[in-house]
């Protein structure tokens, strides 16, 4: 009797618990998926896939910016670093080995682009209630990082908006 409620205990927690995903395959999970969203006519990614696999805090920085009216912080799509993707392009996608920083990983991941080249990212992972999600991504093909770290541009850009708009009501 005991032996078949310890195993049923062990049958339970088995089933219940999360498969572990180590941050390569979580990285290459969300870029193989995402890149494809981006080829799509409507270019929608859910919310619920965005938490899925993107710090929270990085979501609610991205908010923020995306909350100011005309502003120019983010060019182009934060996670791939591009205006438009191609689906044949997909195909490029190579996620390297981890590294170890600062309490996370680092891994470098390759995305095709245009005329059959590959754009390098650094990809920032640390663990989120226990799975590992993208806080920070930098393009290392063009040395350029968007600036959702920087207060300062946030700032700027938000006080950009408000003149723009106290102009604006004043010239109706």
Not at 1 to 10: E, F, K
Not at 60 to 89: C, H, M, T, V
Not at 127 to 146: A, C, L, P, Q
Request: glycine share 6%; with cysteine.
């Amino acid at each position: 009797m005991r032996a078949a409620i310890v195993l049923c205990a062990c049958l339970l927690s088995a089933c219940s618990a999360k498969q572990y995903q180590s941050a390569p395959m979580r990285v290459h999970s969300f870029y193989s998926t995402y890149l494809m969203s981006l080829t799509s006519s409507d270019n929608n990614y859910s919310p619920s896939e965005l938490r899925e696999y993107v710090s929270a805090d990085t979501l609610k920085r991205l908010d923020n910016i995306e909350s100011i009216p005309e502003q120019d912080l983010i060019g182009s799509d934060y996670f791939a670093y591009a205006q438009d993707y191609d689906p044949s392009w997909v195909s490029a996608l190579t996620v390297g080995d981890a590294r170890s920083f600062m309490g996370g990983e680092i891994l470098p991941v390759w995305i095709g682009k245009e005329h059959g080249g590959k754009l390098e990212l650094q990809v920032y992972v640390r663990r989120e209630s226990g799975t590992w999600k993208i806080y920070r991504v930098r393009d290392v093909t063009d040395n350029y990082e968007h600036p959702i770290f920087n207060a300062g541009a946030i700032t700027r850009a938000k006080s950009a908006a408000e003149s723009g708009c106290a102009d604006f009501r004043r010239k109706t």
